[in-house]
């Protein structure tokens, strides 16, 4: 990102954020915003509001902050570090309390030019109240910008619910509601691969594309999230939000242009889109056993500390998925995440059709068909897999394997690559939504994800056991090998 050269009033902003001492803002939101301190983009006049129950002062908050700064790759510089904590204010409020938003507005006031952006790292269950009493108390106003983060709600009703009550107190275009891996660099360059290149968006549909594999792979477990992960499950924790947002990006048409609604509209009707998935021959579900993690023996999920040793909640899911439109018509899309698998590991695999005559090899022909990789992380950058002569005179026309490689990282050389959360301030520092997610495109992805766990909860059959440290469950490999593919990381 390049420093403004002339920023303008309307980025003097006082970001509230309320659940301040909590993890995601302390490993997350906080070094993302020193960050944006340091390329310049946050004018002389932002403050930052840090909001949260425990009895921290500035100075022993600032110092948490301190301790997150210096555990990270960057260590913090000096000069900025002292500009950035200038800004940072402490306030230990009960946020049910509506005596304490006063004092809130009281600080606002001291600057009252200042665009408010309250960043709501809490519960959904807390959106409302907060969001009510920041209304009443004159804190918000219809310049006020509301960010939310996931998990807006556990179902297409309590979904419902949380984003009524958002809506009773601001408007649409006032809410930002985050998905952080719209905020991963190479996410965002999947527009500017389809839409600007003619090599890709000329052949991005049904007839050059045979299949599609989406994984987002952990090798963690749990880590002491259990009581919200029981409740959850991998679907509604990973496929629900990251994957279909992955998935629309990939599947979507071209929008009018790079406006926000246009955009947003288009990954609309991929949802729309989607259609009925039969649990019995096109979803594995899995749970994994105790197994080898990183080397070191690691429990199953049962015997985690604090598990209920009768849980059937999913800790993997294989889904084949269909967009039944014209551009997609006939090609699957193969869904996978799991906790527990070998490595750490987001991607996107497309997979182009062969060919109509292959005249090389024929003990080579499995090769044929060009695959694109689009690696999310830990290594982000785009490969493409072709097939070139083989070197040397005894080879005669035997092919090889070869990929052309742009990697992020050493493209970029020793620059950083931004974290998620620093593009997606900075986008709410801007007003711009594109990045963030609609009500409609939760509420469809809701529905469709309602259906496959009402008929999971229909057929009462527990998930399929998995090692640790694997794949997943034999049964996912079958998913896709039936079809005459197989996962790209196991060919």
Same mark, same amino acid.
């Given at each position: 990102?390049?420093?403004?050269?002339? !920023?303008?009033?309307?980025?003097?902003?006082?970001?509230?954020?309320?659940?301040?001492?909590?993890?995601?803002?302390?490993?997350?939101?906080? #070094?993302?915003?020193?960050?944006?301190?340091?390329?310049?983009?946050?004018?002389?006049?932002?403050?930052?509001?840090?909001?949260?129950?425990?009895?921290?002062?500035?100075?022993?908050?600032?110092?948490?902050?301190?301790?997150?700064?210096?555990?990270?790759?960057?260590?913090?510089?000096?000069?900025?570090?002292?500009?950035?904590?200038?800004?940072?204010? *402490?306030?230990?409020?009960?946020?049910?309390?509506?005596?304490?938003?006063?004092?809130?507005?009281?600080?606002? =006031?001291?600057?009252?030019?200042?665009?408010?952006?309250? *960043? *709501?790292?809490?519960?959904?269950?807390?959106?409302?109240?907060?969001?009510?009493?920041?209304?009443?108390?004159?804190?918000?106003?219809? =310049?006020?910008?509301?960010?939310?983060?996931?998990?807006?709600?556990?179902?297409?009703?309590?979904?419902?619910?949380?984003?009524?009550?958002?809506?009773? @107190?601001?408007?649409?275009?006032?809410?930002?509601?985050?998905?952080?891996?719209?905020?991963?660099?190479?996410?965002?360059?999947?527009?500017?691969?389809?839409?600007?290149?003619?090599?890709?968006? =000329?052949?991005?549909?049904?007839?050059?594309?045979?299949?599609?594999?989406?994984?987002?792979?952990?090798?963690?477990?749990?880590?002491?999230?259990?009581?919200?992960?029981?409740?959850?499950?991998?679907?509604?924790?990973?496929?629900?939000?990251?994957?279909?947002?992955?998935? @629309?990006?990939?599947?979507?048409?071209? #929008?009018?242009?790079?406006?926000?609604?246009?955009?947003?509209?288009?990954?609309?009707?991929?949802?729309?889109?989607?259609?009925?998935?039969?649990?019995?021959?096109?979803?594995?579900?899995?749970?994994?056993?105790?197994?080898?993690?990183?080397?070191?023996?690691?429990?199953?999920?049962?015997?985690?500390?604090?598990?209920?040793?009768?849980?059937?909640?999913?800790?993997?899911?294989?889904?084949?998925?269909?967009? =039944?439109?014209? &551009? $997609?018509?006939?090609?699957?899309?193969?869904?996978?995440?799991?906790?527990?698998?070998?490595?750490?590991?987001?991607?996107?695999?497309?997979?182009?059709?062969?060919?109509?005559?292959?005249?090389?090899?024929?003990?080579?022909?499995?090769?044929?068909?060009?695959?694109?990789?689009?690696?999310?992380? #830990?290594?982000?950058?785009?490969?493409?897999?072709?097939?070139?002569?083989?070197?040397?005179?005894?080879?005669?026309?035997?092919? &090889?394997?070869? #990929?052309?490689?742009?990697?992020?990282?050493?493209?970029?050389?020793?620059?950083?690559?931004?974290?998620?959360?620093?593009?997606?301030?900075?986008?709410?520092?801007?007003?711009?939504?594109?990045?963030?997610? &609609?009500?409609?495109?939760?509420?469809?992805?809701?529905? $469709? @994800?309602?259906?496959?766990?009402?008929? $999971?909860?229909?057929?009462?059959?527990?998930?399929?056991?998995?090692?640790?440290?694997?794949?997943?469950?034999?049964?996912?490999?079958?998913? !896709?090998? &039936?079809?005459?593919?197989?996962?790209?990381?196991?060919?």
């Amino acid at each position: 990102m390049t420093p403004l050269k002339d !920023i303008q009033a309307s980025l003097d902003t006082d970001l509230a954020l309320f659940g301040a001492g909590g993890d995601l803002s302390l490993r997350k939101l906080m #070094p993302a915003l020193y960050q944006l301190d340091a390329q310049g983009l946050l004018t002389p006049q932002t403050r930052i509001i840090a909001i949260a129950r425990e009895p921290y002062t500035t100075d022993s908050f600032i110092e948490k902050v301190s301790e997150k700064l210096k555990m990270g790759s960057d260590a913090p510089s000096d000069e900025v570090f002292e500009r950035f904590t200038a800004r940072i204010t *402490y306030l230990q409020m009960d946020l049910a309390d509506a005596a304490n938003y006063t004092t809130l507005n009281q600080q606002l =006031n001291e600057r009252p030019t200042n665009r408010l952006v309250a *960043y *709501y790292a809490l519960p959904a269950s807390l959106f409302e109240i907060v969001s009510q009493h920041l209304k009443t108390s004159g804190c918000a106003d219809a =310049n006020t910008r509301i960010v939310a983060e996931k998990p807006i709600g556990h179902d297409l009703e309590s979904s419902s619910e949380v984003n009524d009550a958002l809506a009773a @107190c601001f408007d649409e275009s006032q809410i930002y509601r985050i998905d952080h891996y719209l905020g991963k660099d190479t996410v965002q360059n999947l527009i500017a691969l389809r839409f600007a290149n003619s090599l890709f968006g =000329n052949i991005w549909d049904e007839r050059s594309v045979s299949h599609v594999e989406i994984t987002v792979a952990e090798e963690v477990g749990i880590e002491g999230r259990w009581g919200y992960f029981d409740k959850a499950g991998q679907l509604r924790d990973m496929v629900q939000n990251h994957m279909l947002q992955l998935l @629309c990006l990939v599947a979507m048409d071209p #929008p009018a242009d790079l406006s926000a609604q246009a955009i947003r509209d288009e990954k609309v009707r991929v949802l729309k889109a989607l259609g009925e998935v039969d649990i019995s021959t096109d979803v594995v579900r899995g749970q994994y056993g105790a197994g080898t993690s990183g080397g070191q023996q690691v429990p199953g999920y049962l015997q985690e500390e604090g598990a209920n040793k009768t849980s059937s909640t999913e800790t993997f899911v294989a889904i084949k998925a269909r967009v =039944n439109n014209w &551009r $997609w018509s006939g090609v699957p899309f193969y869904l996978r995440t799991g906790k527990r698998l070998p490595e750490k590991l987001s991607q996107i695999v497309v997979h182009l059709k062969p060919a109509p005559h292959y005249i090389f090899d024929a003990a080579q022909a499995h090769l044929a068909g060009n695959r694109l990789v689009i690696r999310i992380q #830990p290594d982000e950058g785009i490969q493409l897999q072709v097939l070139l002569k083989d070197q040397g005179l005894e080879k005669d026309r035997r092919l &090889r394997e070869g #990929p052309l490689d742009f990697s992020f990282r050493e493209e970029h050389g020793a620059a950083r690559i931004p974290d998620a959360y620093e593009r997606l301030l900075w986008e709410v520092l801007q007003g711009k939504q594109s990045l963030f997610v &609609r009500r409609d495109e939760i509420e469809h992805a809701w529905r $469709w @994800c309602d259906r496959l766990n009402e008929a $999971w909860a229909d057929a009462d059959e527990p998930p399929k056991k998995y090692a640790a440290g694997s794949w997943g469950p034999s049964a996912a490999v079958a998913l !896709i090998s &039936r079809d005459g593919f197989s996962w790209h990381d196991m060919e």
